[in-house]
């Protein structure tokens, strides 16, 4: 088997991982073809979001999504809430859930803030709200929050 020089192999981003973690370029976040998967109520999610954001939250809950990078399976799920006017929005008291880690150029994981601020870029170029809608009509919601 022949090897690559060592200089060569350091420049390679290593997208491969024994952690079960999908590693991409933060540009390739928007490669992703993501599909709804599932959206739920969550009432813990609700008694934060009205805490946080005011009583006029009327439901909140949680939402994944999923697609494919490669042949590797990939998700991303937040947290939402729904407004009595009717209008959802990203909750953001938690961070995105993923099997998706941002790398630099070199293949290094991005951490922190600046791999959450990605996440939700890459979650505010998704037209996600009418799958939410859709499946909070179906679910009929959450229990109002306990006031």
Request: charged share 20%.
């Amino acid at each position: 088997m022949k090897h690559l020089p060592s200089e060569v192999a350091l420049s390679l981003p290593q997208l491969h991982s024994h952690d079960y973690y999908v590693r991409v370029e933060r540009a390739g976040l928007s490669g992703i073809v993501f599909e709804h998967l599932c959206t739920a109520p969550d009432t813990l999610v609700l008694d934060d979001a009205a805490r946080e954001l005011g009583w006029a939250c009327r439901n909140a809950g949680a939402t994944e999504w999923h697609g494919r990078l490669g042949k590797a399976a990939v998700s991303i799920g937040w947290d939402w809430a729904q407004f009595d006017d009717g209008d959802i929005r990203v909750f953001k008291a938690a961070a995105p859930r993923t099997n998706l880690r941002v790398v630099d150029s070199k293949g290094y994981d991005i951490v922190g803030a600046e791999a959450v601020a990605a996440f939700w870029g890459c979650i505010e170029a998704l037209a996600w709200q009418p799958h939410v809608q859709a499946a909070v009509r179906a679910n009929g919601g959450c229990p109002r929050a306990s006031q």
